[in-house]
């Protein structure tokens, strides 16, 4: 009873090969149900992020799973994929779990450590429940896989500390404040690393955000798209006496703040304010750090921050290891104890038809008892069965593995508990 994956990512595709196989939420969530039908696979969970697509699917016919998940990485690339190509990957089994263990626990992730993924194997279980393409296999790697996971970032210390340097400069906020709630900020430059400084502290808590740019209508966009207010770029000076934290990462040829004007405007605020100077060449003379109430970080303090921070998540890759292992095992366990499931059945039918049949042969000897008495012979009989089959029923479940390592008798002896301590 295979189960497999099939997809790329970030480690071994291009963006653009990513962005021609991507799915999105809307696609998937319509279309689910028919990609898995027109492929002939029994479940499906199709995991489309910005980092990588990967369709893990489950089948009894171990030729279908590969060629429907070919199939239906096909349907957005516009032309045949094939899971032999060095840009893709195909897994089965084990090693398809040990994978996506690993994604969910964020090892195989570009920033190591980071939680989106969690959230987005999440998701990708909750789209295939709503189209109904996952069933017993699939929903039990994927809700195990979640469990990985959270596992991973409340036993170990692999989500912890800042990785990037818009993150590390809102870390340092919060331990100077102590909370960003109510905090109001002023952003100098529009570009990427300020966007992301400025969402960073939006959701930390910062009540209000200014936006300052060489080009106003840049200022503008920015500021309305995270519910701030632009202002002029000539003019932001006159807003530091009001604001707590100002984050500078413009193109200016040189110093916007120096000394003097900082301690203007420190006599007047009366309370400390925090800068970040994102900026090469810097936006900020680095005298302004002798003020007493200013706390300046430059880009070189944020990445030292940074780097401490990688390499204590990075210290922490082999604890996450232990717990996909773990996991990994638990699951391969139970999923090789479906293979017995109908063996089983077939053992507690035949096992039940001779206790019945042996039964109604002496019913004729038993017409002096009662039907109480009656009844008793029936559960006692039941009982002896049910016990008989506990050791082998238990033991096949839960040691398929080991069996297959087993002589007969070695066997026979393990299955009804005949080995030494029972």
């Given at each position: 009873m295979p189960v497999a994956l099939g997809g790329l990512n970030h480690k071994i595709a291009s963006l653009e090969l990513r962005e021609k196989l991507a799915f999105s939420a809307i696609e998937l969530e319509g279309g689910m149900k028919k990609l898995q039908s027109d492929h002939g696979l029994e479940e499906i969970v199709v995991l489309s992020t910005c980092n990588r697509t990967e369709v893990y699917a489950y089948s009894q016919d171990i030729e279908q799973l590969r060629?429907?998940?070919?199939?239906?990485?096909?349907?957005?690339?516009?032309?045949?994929?094939?899971?032999?190509?060095?840009?893709?990957?195909?897994?089965?089994?084990l090693q398809a779990v040990n994978h996506l263990f690993r994604v969910a626990s964020s090892l195989d992730s570009m920033v190591l450590g980071e939680s989106q993924i969690l959230g987005q194997v999440r998701e990708a279980y909750r789209l295939a429940q709503v189209a109904r393409t996952t069933g017993r296999v699939l929903s039990r790697i994927f809700q195990q896989a979640v469990k990985v996971g959270k596992r991973a970032r409340t036993e170990t210390a692999i989500g912890t500390g800042a990785v990037s340097v818009s993150s590390a400069a809102v870390d340092l906020a919060k331990k100077i404040f102590g909370e960003l709630s109510g905090k109001q900020a002023i952003i100098l430059g529009a570009g990427e690393t300020s966007e992301l400084t400025l969402s960073l502290l939006i959701n930390s808590g910062v009540e209000t955000v200014l936006v300052a740019n060489r080009t106003?209508?840049?200022?503008?966009?920015?500021?309305?798209?995270?519910?701030?207010?632009?202002?002029?770029?000539?003019?932001?000076?006159?807003?530091?006496?009001?604001?707590?934290?100002?984050?500078?990462?413009?193109?200016?040829?040189?110093?916007?703040?120096?000394?003097?004007?900082?301690?203007?405007?420190?006599?007047?605020?009366?309370?400390?304010?925090?800068?970040?100077?994102?900026?090469?060449?810097?936006?900020?003379?680095?005298?302004?750090?002798?003020?007493?109430?200013?706390?300046?970080?430059n880009l070189d303090d944020l990445e030292d921050v940074v780097q401490q921070n990688a390499t204590e998540r990075a210290s922490q890759v082999s604890l996450v290891e232990e717990i996909v292992v773990s996991e990994a095992a638990d699951f391969m366990r139970w999923y090789e104890s479906l293979a017995v499931v109908p063996l089983l059945k077939s053992l507690h039918e035949s096992v039940e038809h001779i206790r019945s049949a042996e039964v109604d042969k002496i019913q004729g000897k038993l017409s002096h008892l009662s039907p109480r008495d009656r009844e008793l012979i029936e559960r006692l009989t039941t009982q002896i069965v049910k016990k008989v089959l506990h050791g082998p029923t238990s033991r096949l479940k839960k040691d398929t593995r080991k069996l297959e390592e087993m002589g007969p008798v070695e066997m026979?002896?393990?299955?009804?508990?005949?080995?030494?301590g029972g």
């Open positions: 060629s429907g998940i070919e199939g239906i990485l096909s349907e957005n690339y516009g032309e045949a994929v094939s899971l032999s190509d060095r840009h893709f990957y195909f897994h089965r089994d106003y209508r840049k200022a503008v966009q920015l500021a309305v798209t995270y519910h701030g207010s632009a202002v002029k770029y000539d003019e932001f000076p006159n807003f530091l006496s009001q604001v707590d934290i100002l984050i500078s990462s413009t193109a200016a040829p040189g110093y916007l703040l120096e000394p003097k004007r900082v301690g203007e405007i420190l006599q007047r605020r009366g309370r400390p304010i925090f800068m970040i100077d994102l900026a090469v060449p810097r936006d900020i003379d680095p005298a302004v750090a002798n003020y007493e109430n200013c706390f300046l970080y026979l002896r393990f299955l009804f508990r005949l080995d030494k």
